[in-house]
Every structure is written in C-alpha cells, then in structure tokens.
C-alpha cells in the first residue's frame, strides 16, 4: 500500500527523486543518441493552487515515486493542468502504484476546477503511454515546446 504526500518539489527527497528521474532519461536518450534536456521545476509552479508535487511513500516511508501537476494557459475548453515529473523507481514498477499517482494529480486538478488534463512523453516510454491510454489519455496537438517530447496527450475532465 502507498500514500500519496504533497511536497515542495525542491525538498531534498523531492529533488533526489527527480535527479534519478533525470538521470534515467538521460541513459535512456543516450541510447538512442538523443540529447536529454535536464531542468529542474520551479518551485512556485507546484505550489497549490498554481500545482502540486506529490511523494508515492511505502509502507516503510520511503519516498518511491512523485508527480505533479501544473497550471498551463487554458486550452479550448477552460482551465488545464499539465503532468510533469511522473517517475516510480524501477524496483516499484508494475505494482499499480503510477495510476495511484496519475489519478491523485487528476483528482487535485479536478478540484481546482480543470476542464483538462494534459501531457506529454517520449515515444520510447512505452509503460508511460500504456499507463496514459488505459487512464483516459488520447493523442492531441502539440501544445508546448518540450525538446524531449514526442507524444501530447489530453484527458477531458468534466
């Protein structure tokens, strides 16, 4: 079981779960020779209402896994929030434990009154797009200008 905590997303156990995230983009880009851009967020974007970071803790808790979402300019149908940062650590994979995530930042974008959630992804990050579809996600248009992002996807809240 896991519970989901929110986090300033420049805490220290925050920032060392984004460096491994960072740090596994980088490999995986590396592969294939494709440079991963590496920027740490800022801080005022994940504090609520603008957003929120959350920690996936254990049971014995350690922070697993984090997330967040962001306020972005409305897309057609009103207020939109943006996943960012969606990591578990590679021994916790496969346990249901990124769609406790996916559906904790969804649940918080609803409460701030969001008409859509949106993201975006890598096209080599096949769990993630598999995790994004069968949670409601469908491919839209680009909608920012990622330098690591192959893929947009949108999910309709309301």
Request: include cysteine.
């Amino acid at each position: 079981m896991v519970v989901l905590r929110e986090s300033p997303v420049d805490a220290l156990v925050a920032h060392e779960l984004l460096a491994e995230y960072f740090q596994s983009r980088e490999i995986g880009f590396a592969h294939q020779n494709v440079v991963y851009t590496t920027t740490f967020p800022d801080p005022a974007a994940f504090t609520p209402p603008a957003g929120v970071f959350l920690l996936v803790v254990d049971d014995d808790e350690v922070a697993q896994g984090c997330g967040g979402i962001r306020r972005i300019a409305d897309g057609p149908t009103g207020v939109r929030y943006e996943v960012k940062h969606l990591y578990l650590r590679p021994e916790t994979r496969g346990r249901g434990w990124g769609r406790v995530l996916l559906d904790g930042l969804e649940d918080r974008a609803r409460g701030w009154g969001a008409a859509e959630l949106v993201l975006d992804t890598h096209h080599s990050l096949e769990a993630a797009a598999g995790l994004y579809a069968s949670s409601g996600f469908t491919a839209i248009e680009r909608f920012n200008d990622n330098p690591n992002a192959t893929r947009w996807y949108g999910k309709p809240l309301a």
